[in-house]
């Protein structure tokens, strides 16, 4: 079972709308979860990241975790053309000194 | 400072070359990693240093030889690659145990021939 999944294959969505993206994960243990965004040819930026079950909202980002389902996702409001990139979901092993990451969904923005 | 900068931004070597890539952080952080990612891929890991030891290698070819000179500095060697060893390598730093997540350099884009 790979340690974070993400499943989903590209995702287009007009502009304006909502792109949703989820991945789930396999150690209960982990701890803390992070969304990074990366533009083609750029190293991954972080946008979100997560502790606690329930929301956290910042912007137009939100980002869900559920730690009895573990699974994790990102919503993005009013989507925009600058979004399009892939997203990467992250977990971090506890008791291993690193993050692990999901394959990367990419999201495609159209005017 | 909240950078991790990375150099050089673009390197091409050839297979008989030896070069080096750099990598330095100021935010105190006290975990450093290399990176591997090839085109339409998540980041690949190669090597994490944890207070200036390294404290995993995932099973990385020898002519690729971490370095982590003191707390700020982090290098990768390369020596004899191959062309399929051309891919853009991310340097991250991170407080101890990952809890705020990574910082990314901006990667140096690696090209073998």
């Known amino acids: 079972q790979k340690e974070v999944e993400q499943n989903s294959g590209p995702l287009s969505v007009p502009e304006g709308a909502i792109a949703s993206l989820n991945c789930t994960y396999s150690?209960?243990?982990?701890?803390?979860f992070f969304w990074y965004r990366q533009y083609s040819g750029k190293s991954p930026e972080l946008i979100m990241f997560?502790?606690?079950?329930g929301d956290k909202e910042d912007g137009r980002f939100t980002a869900q975790l559920n730690k009895a389902s573990q699974y994790v996702s990102l919503l993005i409001r009013d989507s925009q053309p600058s979004d399009s990139a892939t997203y990467l979901c992250?977990?971090?092993?506890?008791?291993?000194?690193?993050?692990?990451f999901g394959k990367g969904n990419q999201v495609v923005v159209i005017p | 400072d909240t950078e991790v900068t990375q150099t050089p931004k673009h390197l091409v070597m050839g297979m008989t070359n030896k070069k080096s890539l750099k990598c330095e952080q100021h935010?105190?952080?006290?975990?450093m990693y290399w990176y591997k990612q090839k085109a339409k891929k998540p980041p690949e890991l190669m090597f994490v240093y944890s207070y200036e030891k390294l404290s995993i290698n995932e099973s990385v070819p020898s002519r690729f030889s971490p370095e982590c000179p003191n707390s700020s500095l982090l290098n990768l060697h390369l020596h004899a690659l191959q062309p399929e060893d051309s891919a853009l390598y991310l340097c991250?730093?991170?407080?101890?145990?990952?809890?705020?997540?990574?910082?990314f350099g901006s990667g140096t884009r690696l090209t073998v021939v």
């Open positions: 935010m105190g952080h006290r975990a």
């Open positions: 150690d209960r243990g982990s701890q803390s």
């Open positions: 992250a977990v971090n092993i506890y008791g291993n000194n690193r993050l692990a």
């Open positions: 997560i502790y606690s079950n």
């Open positions: 991250a730093s991170s407080q101890d145990r990952v809890v705020e997540g990574y910082t």
